[in-house]
């Protein structure tokens, strides 16, 4: 496989489950990115990682939990979520940081929140 | 603080035809630019980008874009657009040693037979 892989693609939640979103990078960058989108709004900069290190905690709430083992596995631990959370979850990956506006984005994983 | 501002939130243009996306943004310092396009159910796909020199850039698939410093502008234009370039394309802006990257709303293009 190569470029950015996400997993799953959709993903349906009750407010109270646990479920995680996972990435993974074939391009041996060592910057990783999580990007909310939602529906005609610019996308927001959740987390950011920079050789497995959290560089960046855009004021996300706590019920979304980051975890970056290595530099080519990003994980989004979700945890009692509400409705409007409910969007499409972009990981990106750059070379480094300098790299940041050379992004290489996955499909995405569309959540929905019951 | 940084911005970027899409005007046209949907555009409607026929094969063949010229097409033209506003970007206006807003940055403190010298800005990198950015344009990105997301077909449906994909991510998003890198363009072209802008960081110094030569202010009319070129990217992949025909398209380019010209920088106008004097109107805070990062237009995107190709010449005759395909039925394949029907997405959603985003302009973004950031700077040296900055990751956080700017993403406009999105502009929805519509190509029609």
């Known amino acids: 496989e190569t470029g950015v892989t996400q997993t799953p693609r959709h993903l349906v939640m009750g407010m109270t489950n646990k479920k995680s979103l996972k990435c993974e990078q074939h391009?041996?960058?060592?910057?990783m990115y999580w990007y909310k989108q939602s529906a005609k709004k610019p996308l927001e900069l959740m987390f950011v990682?920079?050789?497995?290190?959290?560089?960046e905690n855009n004021s996300v709430p706590s019920r979304f939990s980051p975890e970056c083992p290595n530099s080519s596995h990003l994980f989004l631990h979700l945890h009692t979520l509400q409705p409007e959370d409910s969007a499409l979850y972009l990981c990106?990956?750059?070379?480094?940081?300098?790299?940041?506006?050379?992004?290489?984005f996955g499909e995405g994983s569309r959540l929905t929140v019951l | 603080a940084q911005s970027v501002t899409q005007p046209d939130i949907h555009i409607t243009v026929s094969e063949g035809a010229s097409l033209e996306l506003r970007c206006n943004y807003s940055?403190?310092?010298?800005?990198?630019l950015f344009w990105y396009v997301q077909s449906p159910g994909q991510g998003l796909q890198l363009l072209l980008k802008?960081?110094?020199?030569?202010?009319l850039v070129q990217g992949i698939k025909g398209f380019e874009a010209e920088f106008k410093r004097s109107q805070s502008s990062f237009n995107l234009r190709k010449p005759s657009v395909h039925w394949s370039d029907a997405a959603e394309y985003f302009c973004?802006?950031?700077?040296?040693?900055?990751?956080?990257?700017?993403f406009g709303a999105g502009t929805t293009v519509t190509v029609r037979a």
């Open positions: 990106a990956s750059s070379q480094d940081l300098r790299d940041a506006g050379e992004l290489f």
């Open positions: 391009l041996g960058h060592n910057a």
């Open positions: 990682y920079n050789f497995k290190e959290q560089t």
């Open positions: 940055y403190g310092a010298t800005p990198y």
């Open positions: 802008y960081f110094s020199g030569d202010t």
């Open positions: 973004a802006v950031g700077g040296v040693n900055d990751y956080k990257l700017s």
